[in-house]
């Protein structure tokens, strides 16, 4: 089974702090995607990357930005946290391409104070 | 990207088969239909997927009518571990991303 580990389960993080998280996959899978979950909204695209050292914005990438210098570790970075950042953010890989293929991580549940 | 439309939320009671139908008008024609499922404090996983008719496998079935305008997952029998959330996405194998609505939010009730 292919596993997609994210590093922390909960994090609290202050306003103003940089944060990383991290996300790692035992597959060979090119892509990988940062998406964040808040009630009532779904899921939401923050980034995503098909390739080493690629990386798209997606629907909501305001505030973050990405790094991906291995194919298995996609990281996610708040520059400057913030209060309306608090959220659960979910990574995930897939083969390229193949909506069947997503496989995710349990998340991270993100707290800025 | 074709749109999605599902209900926000559904209950049922154990043993019961639950549809949830989902709404797609602007399907493409490479475009396939998929299902995945959110348990709480979980990441989404697979269910199923089909581009037309009936697609059945261990966990549910998938109908999708020859328009292929909507589609609806069935879950035959669901018990108390059925609740859950459940996306419907819809797009062609070869794209980048999928997007993932707000979803249906399945109570299962005693």
């Known amino acids: 089974d292919v596993k997609v580990t994210q590093s922390s389960r909960y994090l609290v993080k202050r306003t103003g702090e940089k944060v990383f998280l991290e996300c790692v996959q035992d597959?060979?899978?090119?892509?990988m995607f940062w998406y964040r979950q808040d009630p009532g909204l779904g899921l939401r695209l923050i980034y995503f990357s098909y390739d080493v050292k690629m990386k798209e914005k997606g629907d909501i990438p305001e505030g973050y930005s990405v790094s991906r210098e291995k194919k298995e570790r996609f990281s996610l970075i708040l520059e400057s946290a913030s209060t309306n950042q608090t959220s659960m953010y979910l990574c995930?890989?897939?083969?390229?391409?193949?909506?069947?293929?997503?496989?995710f991580g349990s998340g991270t549940r993100l707290t800025v104070v | 990207l074709a749109k999605t439309t599902q209900p926000i939320s559904m209950d049922s009671y154990e043993g019961q088969e639950v549809n949830i139908t989902c709404s797609h008008n602007?399907?493409?024609?490479?475009?396939?239909i998929t299902w995945y499922q959110q348990f709480p404090s979980q990441g989404p996983r697979f269910i199923i997927q089909g581009y037309k008719t009936k697609v059945t496998n261990e966990v549910a079935s998938l109908f999708i009518p020859a328009d292929r305008k909507s589609s609806t997952l069935s879950l035959p029998r669901v018990s108390l571990s059925d609740t859950a959330v459940y996306y419907c996405l819809v797009g062609d194998n070869y794209g980048q991303n999928f997007v993932f609505g707000p979803g249906t939010r399945l109570s299962v009730l005693p």
């Open positions: 995930a890989s897939s083969l390229r391409g193949l909506a069947y293929g997503y496989t």
């Open positions: 597959m060979d899978h090119e892509n």
């Open positions: 602007n399907i493409a024609t490479n475009d396939y």
